[in-house]
């Protein structure tokens, strides 16, 4: 599955952001956008193995849209969602070539299980491909420094080998994308990827989500659980924050990597897995290991391939070819036109240190990219907190703009209204935009309206 391009026809920006979020996550490689305008023409330049649209989407038309695809014989799947399905349009679209007809609010799981069954029927009706070298490079990694570079060859050298590969790196600098690198340039590229943050599941809930259990096994277990290892088996199985499992887990995953085995929780037979294992920390590994959080023998047995990613902060160099990129993207995405950015935009942006590394400066591109007045970012778009527009040099020639509130709470205001325009009022909707609760958008426009 992971591999497969999918294409996303969704006008609602949170949606269609959920969704592509989603399945990128699940490896596949995804294209949205928000009108149905050129749908057909773009399915046809990319040949997508499945389309997702919502039958609501301005400028769609999904009967024309089926139609069109059985005429231009596309070996496509298509799933359509709807608000307020009527059951004879629905029957109609299904008769035409549509594989599922979903209700919005769409579950993630069912989306999913659609989408699992969407590829199936392609490859039933795909002929059998061979899967060349040429076709197993889809992981991009945008860089124009030395280090990332130097970095990106010693993956590829290893990709093919078994090696355990440990990745280590702050938040946000690309760590699961290195993992994905490695696993589409090995020989396991058309077997599973599957992620599991470690950090992000109870303890009574990871080790049944890794090593999987039997009905019966403990209360709730109403039936037979597969774990990740088994699912990634012959794959690759990315384990997110390792450094963050809990101690005996540790040592039960050492047992696998040395064994190939996993014991199911209430199991009796070992069932032996052939999986690839690529590790990630935000931590200082060796710290872990000296304060007694990390087992020592998993570490060296992960550490066979150390690839240290440096922070943003430390290659310079790429935030100019990573807005570029990030523009172009989230353009496409939202239907926008922005070309490009102001000088001082390109200033503020080389000042600025990025804690949250290259994922803190693609919110902050696709921030601006919605706020934005004209075909050029501007400075004052990109509302980073505690900068301030002053503190630069002033653009000369043609680039020379009218003075801007400069503020942080009038850039925090301007933003605000301006998403309050973009959802047509919509007060919930623009405060999950925003980030923020309802209840704190209400407070900001009635602290607007005492001071105005």
């Known amino acids: ?45 990319k040949k997508f193995d499945m389309v997702i649209a919502d039958v609501a989407t301005p400028g769609f038309s999904a009967t024309d849209f089926l139609k069109k695809v059985v005429k231009a014989n596309l070996s496509c799947q298509t799933l359509l969602l709807a608000t307020d399905p009527v059951v004879e349009h629905a029957v109609h679209l299904m008769k035409l070539g ?16 659609s989408a699992r069954r969407a590829l199936a029927a392609v490859r039933q009706t795909s002929p059998p491909k061979h899967i060349s070298s040429s076709h197993r490079k889809r992981v991009k990694i945008i860089t124009r420094d030395n280090g990332i570079q130097m970095l990106l060859t010693l993956a590829s050298r290893v990709a093919r080998s078994s090696a355990s590969v440990f990745i280590q790196g702050e938040s946000g600098t690309g760590k699961e994308l290195f993992a994905k690198y490695i696993h589409e340039k090995s020989d396991r590229c058309d077997k599973p990827f599957v992620a599991v943050n ?16 039997e009905k019966g096994s403990f209360t709730g277990a109403i039936s037979r659980k597969i774990g990740k290892f088994e699912l990634a088996h012959n794959g690759t199985l990315f384990l997110d924050e390792i450094t963050e499992m809990q101690f005996h887990l540790q040592s039960k995953l050492l047992r696998v990597l040395q064994e190939r085995v996993v014991d199911r929780v209430g199991g009796t037979e070992p069932v032996d897995v052939n999986v690839r294992v690529i590790a990630t920390t935000n931590r200082d590994a060796r710290q872990a290991v000296e304060s007694g959080d990390f087992r020592e023998d998993l570490f060296y047995r992960l550490n066979t391939i150390p690839l240290v990613i440096p922070p943003l902060r430390d290659r310079r160099k790429d935030i100019d070819v990573l807005c570029d990129f990030f523009i172009q993207r989230y353009c496409k995405i939202d239907g926008r ?40 970012i501007e400075a004052k778009d990109l509302m980073i907190e505690g900068a301030s527009t002053n503190d630069l040099p002033e653009p000369e020639g043609d680039q020379a703009v009218a003075s801007e509130p400069n503020s942080l709470k009038e850039m925090e205001q301007k933003m605000i209204f301006k998403t309050l325009d973009q959802t047509e009022g919509n007060r919930t909707h623009a405060a999950k935009i925003l980030g923020i609760s309802v209840r704190t958008l209400r407070n900001k426009l009635n602290e607007y309206k005492e001071n105005n």
């Open 98 to 113: 549509a594989l599922d007809y979903l209700v919005k609010p769409v579950e993630m799981e069912q989306l999913e299980l």
């Open 198 to 213: 470690c950090a992000a599941l109870p303890e009574n809930l990871l080790e049944s989500e890794l090593f999987g259990h």
């Open 337 to 376: 036109h922005v070309k490009g950015m102001t000088k001082q935009a390109v200033s503020l942006l080389n000042c600025h240190p990025f804690p949250g590394n290259v994922r803190e400066l693609e919110n902050i591109i696709h921030r601006a990219v919605l706020l934005a007045d004209s075909d050029r």
């Open 1 to 45: 599955m992971p591999g497969h391009r999918i294409f996303i026809i969704l006008e609602n920006h949170k949606e269609r952001m959920a969704y592509v979020r989603f399945f990128e996550n699940l490896g596949f490689l995804v294209d949205a956008i928000p009108d149905g305008s050129n749908a057909l023409s773009h399915l046809i330049e």
